[in-house]
């Protein structure tokens, strides 16, 4: 694990060093570990290490760029988009677009909270009552602050998201659904926007050999060392942060020590059964009959019925 900055650590690389390159770059929103600029600006850096990266990677070898969404003024720039063209000036070939789907993280209200890492004017209608859905653990209460122990979610239901189920029942592959790591989470350490070991360790078993080499130029705590060590393989992570930096030589020796707690590979999302008192809505709701909502567990359709 390096603590330095990416460009100055990649720079000093030999080239063609490593078969998979895999990380989440920063997304220019204003996280506590960086400096937001113009979109340009950004893509311009983006597109600087991005090409210190291409040299790095063996021929053959993969990179894996995991991006959300850039939000400026309340509007959604995708940042695959702006990437796809960057990558193909740097002679890269897109082979999979991969969505990682998670049911629970940041919620919106004048849009479908952002599940998807991949309107017209400002002023435009997003009726988002009209479209809520039941929410999984509606008795989650608020466990810090003025709002300790009230209920912290909506009585009418949650933000659906941008990802709606359907349409990966419609499409069989390249949905990958992981929860993110939150709150009790068993990987969950001090960054805010942690992988889950679960999401690197497929990229490594598909994109690589044992004693291949993996590099992460933004490592946070480590979950692609971790990943890669746990599979044989040979990794480097870059982050200038010096506490991640420690975290992530902790999980690693932890990795070594047997003691490391991760979700295994390939667990099923828990489902509720509705009997958890998490699961339950909150008595705080049921006081005003027109604003609280019942919601069956299950439910079924009659095709014969209108």
Known sequence: MLQSDTQTACAAIPSE???????????????SYE??????????????????LVRLLMPGG????????????????????????LFKR??????????????HGLHA?????????????????FNLDAVR???????????????????SGNPLGKNPSDFWTFLADEWEGGVLKIPNVKANHPEKTCHPCQFPVELVERCVLALTNEDDWVLDPFAGVGSTLVAAAKNNRRAVGIDRDAEYCSVAKARVADLYAGNLKLRPLGKPVHVPSGREKVAQVPKAWQGSEDRTLSFPLSSSVNADED
């Open 17 to 31: 060093t490593f078969r998979l390159i895999i990380s989440s770059p920063p997304y220019n929103i204003g996280k």
């Open 35 to 52: 400096k937001q600029t113009s979109l340009e600006a950004y893509l311009s850096w983006q597109e600087t290490l991005l090409t210190e």
């Open 62 to 85: 993969s990179l894996c760029w995991q991006v959300g969404n850039y939000v400026e003024d309340g509007e959604v720039f995708p940042l695959d988009v702006y990437f796809y063209p």
């Open 90 to 103: 740097l002679g890269l070939q897109l082979r999979n677009r991969l969505i990682w789907h998670y049911e």
């Open 109 to 125: 209200s004048l849009r479908f909270s952002g599940r998807y890492e991949t309107t017209k004017g400002r002023d435009y209608v």
């Open 133 to 151: 859905v039941p929410a999984k653990y509606p008795g989650k209460l608020h466990f810090r602050g003025e709002k300790k122990g009230l209920p």
